[in-house]
């Protein structure tokens, strides 16, 4: 059986798992509540402990016949039994997050049977722990996107070409890679794990990279070329980005460039990456990539405010040679580089061995909910969660407040575009 993860999906998976214990909600007689990778999800009381189903975590878009095949959509005639009304919304396909009896329900629980029209008499090839987006070369889910809306000011614009791309020298700059979910990568820590515990901040990411980039040479430099004569034909130069690259400033250049050119207007009245390097661009040294995230007023919405106007914080920092091998700084290292410059890093919660953070609890992600999560915190209404770090290697794990989880799933239900996507 072909079963593949499409990389730019790779948290929105469906997971093949066993119901380990079914719980009782107060006053409810119809709907119980199950525990899957640390996520309550809700389901009705005919799921019983053992079960082997699919789970599809909230923010995930599903197959459109499989909706249709199982009767999941909001409007019946899309259904196969058009006489069956689901909770799936037919233009959408998107798995949601709701509230039920105070529940923050995380996701969807689907029989292995669903999957029938797709393996046949494969099916029983699934085990639990596998994981997919994609079975036997059908897409069965994928990251859910906010469309994009089409832009009302000025008309449409006729993107310029980009550039930058022409410009980065092969296995410099390198974006963040997206940060996997920690309960489903609880099997990688015992109790002499030594982890760091930092704030998963919600703003706007950002990179500042100083690396070799393909230099602008000069008619005397081609002429010299072609004559055999060797030419330097790179150079270090600064690139900001966030998501997608925005620009660089190749060194001696006076003016500000932006080389990135989109038909979407801006999220933001100005280029937050811009003003970023201006600020703190000096501390980029020769080699070094620094990852932060961009907080504060008009950033991401009123209730990530941070208690500041602007502000930028350092998560990571990376350090690659003119071969493009890439070191990755230790958390100590990254605080000692930021404190060289006066730049400020993510809140650091705990640092130390996993038996000595819960010595008298029984179980890690229970005590790291409770600890870090759905508190309430002066200087944000929700608070997005923690990041989870093995120290000494590049592992880094997110864990997300469940309210966190709830109003991501509330913007997408009302069209709000994801900024960072």
């Given at each position: ?57 909230s ?26 009304k ?20 995380d ?37 859910y996107?906010?469309?994009v ?5 000025g ?55 100083n ?27 600064t ?148 990041c ?34």
């Amino acid at each position: 059986m072909k079963l593949e993860i499409r990389e730019d999906s790779m948290n929105y998976a469906c997971s093949v798992v066993e119901i380990k214990e079914v719980f009782p909600i107060e006053g409810a007689d119809k709907i119980a509540r199950v525990v899957v990778n640390g996520n309550s999800v809700v389901v009705s009381k005919d799921v019983q402990a053992g079960d082997k189903m699919l789970y599809f975590v909230s923010g995930t878009q599903l197959n459109a016949e499989f909706c249709s095949r199982n009767n999941l959509f909001d409007r019946s005639e899309e259904n196969l039994d058009t006489s069956e009304k689901g909770f799936i919304s037919y233009k959408q396909r998107r798995v949601k997050a709701i509230k039920l009896r105070g529940i923050v329900s995380d996701g969807m629980l689907m029989p292995l049977k669903s999957l029938g029209f797709f393996l046949g008499d494969s099916l029983g090839k699934l085990k639990v722990g596998d994981e997919f987006t994609d079975i036997e070369g059908n897409t069965l889910c994928q990251k859910y996107i906010v469309p994009v809306k089409p832009s009302t000011q000025g008309g449409e614009k006729t993107p310029k070409a980009n550039k930058l791309k022409d410009l980065i020298v092969d296995n410099q700059f390198r974006f963040h890679t997206d940060t996997a979910h920690f309960a489903k990568n609880m099997h990688l820590f015992d109790a002499a794990t030594e982890i760091i515990i930092t704030r998963k901040m919600h703003g706007s990411s950002l990179i500042l990279s100083n690396v070799l980039v393909n230099k602008a040479l000069s008619w005397k430099d081609k002429v010299a070329k072609f004559f055999g004569v060797k030419v330097a034909e790179s150079e270090y130069g600064t690139i900001w980005s966030s998501g997608k690259p925005k620009g660089r400033l190749p060194k001696g250049l006076e003016s500000e460039t932006n080389l990135w050119e989109s038909s979407n207007p801006s999220y933001y009245t100005s280029d937050i990456w811009a003003r970023a390097y201006k600020e703190i661009g000096h501390a980029v040294e020769k080699g070094i990539s620094i990852y932060g995230e961009i907080v504060g007023e008009g950033i991401q919405g009123d209730k990530f405010t941070y208690n500041q106007k602007y502000g930028i914080y350092v998560y990571r920092i990376t350090q690659t040679s003119v071969d493009g091998n890439v070191v990755e700084l230790s958390w100590e290292q990254v605080k000692k580089y930021c404190e060289k410059y006066g730049l400020k890093y993510v809140e650091e919660y705990y640092v130390g061995k996993v038996a000595h953070l819960f010595l008298y609890r029984d179980n890690l992600l229970e005590f790291l909910q409770e600890e870090y999560l759905n508190k309430s915190y002066p200087d944000c209404k929700i608070d997005e969660g923690i990041c989870i770090r093995v120290r000494n290697t590049d592992e880094i794990f997110k864990l997300k407040s469940p309210n966190f989880i709830k109003m991501e799933s509330d913007d997408q239900e009302n069209g709000v575009e994801e900024k960072e996507s």
